[in-house]
């Protein structure tokens, strides 16, 4: 028999094996000896109190099963997926608000390295919100828009900022179901309050809450978050770069970011290109400084400056198993606290960076964004420094592919039309002529439970020669680059013809790297534009359109597949369903959801009966709203309103050697 993969990627397997020779374990090896608990996989475990935990198990779990308290397994099902949701709107969240203080201490001149990078997004963000913004210096006009965001944490009646952001009849149905977050942490604490022992038992009742929580991370938490990055570090456009092991150099000094928070990232790269520290590298022995990422901190340095990303999750004690990572800077969110213990055994340096999260057996260099540049300054010394303890020590495997990363809603809005016609109708046009079938959102982790990355290719290849176009973030982005699909040439390879003519046309990839996990708020965004452009769904329902992820883990996760959901979106998440146990609660999120929100979310472990749910999706979507039947090869009539200008901005920036193309800030 084969022996059975535990990543799809061939370089993180050969590290691998690489290091099964040598007994170092990893994620891979550790979720091969834990087997995860069967009642709690499945969401039938209550442990809100200390009568229990209870568990319901049995043939008749559903209907006669009761905790101490008398709580049924729907109830508990429920409970555990609204906590899930609570816990990954707090972290995203929680990340958005430090992005708002950021943007509130630029403007006052607080924060001296951090400034106002495209005066374009404050504006347009301005006005959304209700600031005025004309004639006014523009620092003033961003601490506006920061405190106004801040209000959004803790208010307390209302509605957030962004909802009136959605198209007017997705607003109608949130407000028709009492889900408009009022404020972010309002809803997370109530969400707490809620599924703690005692309170709500309602299983409908909890889960219309989390809807509420989960939204408060999309249109809240998520979408200020992105919006504020772009404000300080410009909004993302076409950018060449490299993905996988492959992008550590044997003769440079390798730093890391690790994470999801870009603000020190954002110093740090600023800081490697600084002369007198590349003069302090060479004098050290190496040839230069190179900076690479992972997680979510890579794919925000990758999309606006082109920093090569060692791929997702799963990839990062791979990385350093290279024995090529100097210093593995890491700021929130997951990150392995395995790295600390296996950093011992090559030479890398681990450096907790957050006042947030410490990792026993790291070195702790607290950031601080009132001395930012300072800071950033002492973690690439510290990598350099390091650098001639490097060893031998290592698998030392090096592929790499190339990636074209950096689209933004601004610039896929931009790349239909040029500077002044920019819209999202040919996007529109080419989905009602049945060029493209629709449209996927391709997210989430990627999990050492199957072949890891795996169900990411999979169904990234079977989609686009089905002529979805795919728009991607989060690790489902690193997934795709490390295996070389963020190119054009994938589309010439392996899309179907519809989407090969529309990705030639423009010169795109066929799968669209957005960003970060917290840029999934740019697919609603861009749902939002295709329902005001007319032609399809006037509302982000009923689109041809779903979201997958499926490899998830986190909780993270689990929120933005509710805020999709509760948008208007099916999802379908891979792996065994959190809530498997309770046919009640499987039920509420599958068909209720789908009668009130037109969105769902799903859960099924079988890669080939997602694609056919997806593709099933579709259809009937494209059925709902007479369009055209797909049918590969043949489209209708459709407009193009590119000009020549814009496309010719689109192909420098796809060619190779080409350096940022596309739009510049001022035209943002
Ligand atoms: Ni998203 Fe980014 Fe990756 Fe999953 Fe973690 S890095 S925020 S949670 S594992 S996609």
Excluded at 40 to 68: D, F, S, W
Excluded at 420 to 437: H, Q
Excluded at 484 to 502: I, K
Aim: proline fraction near 5%; include cysteine; glycine fraction near 10%.
């Amino acid at each position: 028999m084969d022996k059975v993969m535990k990543s799809a990627d061939i370089s993180a397997e050969r590290i691998l094996e690489w290091g099964e020779e040598r007994k170092i374990d990893t994620c891979f090896e550790r979720a091969e000896k834990l087997k995860p608990c069967p009642i709690g996989e499945t969401g039938a475990c209550c442990k809100v109190c200390h009568m229990g935990p209870c568990r319901l198990v049995g043939k008749n779990a559903e209907e006669e099963g009761r905790g101490v308290c008398g709580a049924q397994l729907p109830t508990i099902a429920a409970r555990n997926l609204v906590r899930m949701i609570a816990g990954g709107t707090a972290a995203h969240s929680d990340h958005a608000r430090d992005m708002a203080m950021t943007l509130l201490a630029a403007a006052t001149g607080e924060a001296k390295d951090f400034k106002i990078t495209d005066v374009k997004k404050l504006y347009r963000v301005a006005d959304i919100i209700g600031i005025e913004f004309e004639g006014r210096p523009v620092n003033d006009v961003a601490k506006d828009v920061a405190l106004k965001f801040i209000e959004d944490f803790g208010r307390q009646n209302g509605e957030i900022n962004y909802a009136k952001r959605a198209p007017k009849k997705t607003l109608e149905r949130w407000r028709k179901w009492g889900i408009v977050p009022r404020g972010i942490d309002r809803e997370v604490v109530e969400a707490m309050h809620r599924t703690s022992v005692g309170v709500d038992h309602d299983p409908d009742h909890l889960l219309t809450h989390g809807l509420k929580t989960a939204l408060a991370d999309g249109w809240g938490g998520c979408m200020v978050s992105t919006d504020i990055t772009d404000i300080l570090f410009g909004t993302p456009r076409p950018v060449k770069a490299e993905a996988s092991f492959g992008i550590f150099k044997e003769d440079e000094v390798n730093l890391v970011v690790h994470g999801h928070e870009p603000t020190l990232a954002e110093i740090i790269v600023d800081v490697t290109y600084d002369p007198k520290i590349i003069e302090y590298a060479k004098s050290r022995g190496a040839k230069g400084i190179n900076l690479g990422g992972m997680c979510c901190t890579a794919n925000e340095v990758l999309m606006r400056h082109g920093i090569p990303t060692a791929g997702g999750f799963t990839n990062q004690e791979l990385g350093i198993m290279t024995g090529l990572v100097d210093a593995l800077t890491v700021d929130v969110q997951c990150i392995m606290p395995a790295i600390a213990e296996l950093s011992k055994k090559f030479h890398t340096k681990i450096i907790t960076t957050s006042r947030k999260a410490m990792i026993p057996g790291a070195v702790h260099v607290e950031y601080d964004e009132h001395n930012a540049r300072e800071i950033a300054e002492k973690i690439v010394r510290m990598a350099i420094d390091n650098y001639p303890n490097r060893t031998k020590q290592g698998s030392h495997i090096t592929d790499k592919f190339p990636v074209i990363a950096g689209f933004s809603h601004e610039y896929i809005e931009y790349m239909q039309g040029g500077r002044w016609r920019g819209s999202f109708r040919p996007l529109n046009d080419a989905i009602m002529a049945g060029r493209i079938r629709g449209v996927v959102g391709l997210a989430g982790c990627d999990n050492p439970r199957v072949p890891s990355q795996g169900l990411h290719r999979y169904l990234a290849i079977e989609l686009i020669k089905n002529d979805v176009l795919i728009v991607s973030t989060g690790c489902g982005s690193a997934a795709c680059g490390t295996a070389g699909y963020l190119t054009p040439e994938m589309a010439l390879e392996n899309a179907g013809p519809g989407l090969r003519e529309v990705c030639e046309a423009i010169g795109i990839p066929p799968i669209l790297h957005l960003g970060a996990c917290v840029d999934n708020s740019r697919i609603l965004t861009i749902a939002t534009a295709m329902a005001a452009e007319g032609g399809l769904s006037d509302e982000i329902g009923g689109m041809p359109a779903v979201g997958i992820a499926p490899e998830w883990m986190s909780e993270k996760a689990i929120a933005i597949g509710c805020y999709f959901a509760a948008s208007g979106v099916p999802v379908i998440f891979g792996g065994e369903s959190p809530v498997g146990a309770s046919k009640e609660v499987t039920k509420i999120m599958t068909e209720v959801w789908f009668e009130r929100f037109m969105g769902a979310l799903h859960f099924e472990p079988d890669p080939e009966k997602m694609l056919a749910m997806t593709l099933d999706y579709i259809d009937k979507a494209r059925a709902n709203l007479k369009l055209r039947k797909y049918e590969p090869g043949k489209f209708g009539a459709e407009r193009v309103l590119m000009d020549m200008a814009a496309r010719r901005e689109i192909e420098r920036a796809a060619a190779p050697h080409a350096g940022v193309g596309g739009i510049n800030e001022s035209e943002n």
